[in-house]
């Protein structure tokens, strides 16, 4: 759904978004748009950023497939002149720091 300055008011919730009851999910961060999270009051921002950071030290997530690549700080600027350059090759460069 585009967002600009009319809005989504071409959006058409048809008889397939009403019938089978479609989840849609979106990518809006709640804090910068304000909307209400839907587990609120059970999980708040500070109880998510805990669970995320648990599961990053657990080894139940990874940024891994994401910070691509890590390079060394000494290979750091011309990681990301090569990044500017041909952006298809780094989603997020990770710098290591020796």
């Known amino acids: 759904v585009p967002f600009g300055p009319h809005g989504a008011i071409h ?3 048809d008889e397939e978004f009403h019938h089978n009851r479609i989840t849609i999910i ?3 961060a709640s804090a910068y ?5 839907r587990d609120h009051p059970r999980w708040t ?3 998510a ?8 030290r ?8 994401i910070v691509t690549p890590i390079v060394p700080f000494a290979d750091a600027v011309p990681a990301l002149e090569a990044a500017f350059t ?3 090759r780094a989603i997020k460069l990770g710098v290591k720091m020796n």
């Open 49 to 56: 950023f805990a669970a995320t950071i648990d599961c990053f």
């Open 86 to 88: 041909d952006p298809s």
């Open 45 to 47: 921002p500070a109880r």
């Open 26 to 28: 979106g990518s809006q």
């Open 11 to 13: 959006l058409n919730m």
């Open 33 to 37: 748009w304000r909307n209400p999270d």
């Open 58 to 65: 657990r080894g139940l997530l990874t940024g891994a497939p």
